[in-house]
């Protein structure tokens, strides 16, 4: 079993490095994304957020007009997908992108983030839950500790 992570120990601002975990996303029991050369970002109260690179999706993506903006990274693009399966279902704005980070974040320039859902999302084999709240995009595994931003009465922190 890894060891356990505090999120109250991670920094801020979020580092950003590469990580050696398997990351795999399945949609219906498709694999629609498999890496092991993913970058996470690491913030105080999260759990991780994953980058996988564009190389790693097997499904097209379509962009969104969705945007939003994190005061570390820049301004983030949102993408939208069809399960494959099922191609009248449309999931949008469900995976983003930095297509201009900011300096300290440019080896994420077009990878791509996705909220754990509606698709599986797996670390290391791990099914993993996603962050609380609907605004962040952190993976929950059972490696990480500590009170998490993102549920009733957080979002202050």
Same mark, same amino acid.
């Not at 993506?61 to 983030?76: D, F, I, V």
């Not at 962040?136 to 990480?144: L, P, V």
């Given at each position: ?11 801020? !601002?979020? *580092? ?9 996303? #399945? /949609? ?13 970002? *690491?913030?105080?109260?999260?759990? @991780?957020?994953?980058?996988? @690179? !564009?190389? $790693? ?26 399960? @494959?399966?099922? #191609? ?8 983003? $992108?930095?297509?201009? !980070?900011?300096?300290?974040?440019? $080896? ?9 859902? @509606? /698709? ?9 839950? !996603? ?25 202050? /922190?």
């Amino acid at each position: 079993m890894p060891p356990k992570l505090n999120v109250h120990n991670f920094p801020r !601002p979020p *580092l950003l490095e590469k990580t050696p975990r398997h990351l795999q996303i #399945k /949609w219906n029991n498709q694999l629609v994304a498999d890496t092991k050369d993913a970058y996470w970002v *690491l913030e105080t109260t999260h759990p @991780p957020t994953y980058y996988f @690179p !564009p190389s $790693s999706l097997l499904l097209p993506l379509a962009r969104s007009t969705h945007t939003s903006y994190c005061e570390w990274k820049g301004a983030a693009t949102y993408w939208n997908t069809a399960n @494959p399966t099922n #191609k009248s279902e449309v999931v949008k704005d469900r995976i983003w $992108s930095y297509q201009k !980070p900011t300096k300290e974040f440019e $080896s994420i320039k077009d990878y791509l983030s996705f909220y754990a859902g @509606p /698709w599986d999302c797996y670390v290391d084999g791990e099914k993993v839950e !996603p962050q609380p709240g609907d605004f962040y995009g952190g993976w929950m595994t059972s490696d990480i500790e500590g009170p998490i931003k993102g549920g009733p009465g957080t979002w202050g /922190w």
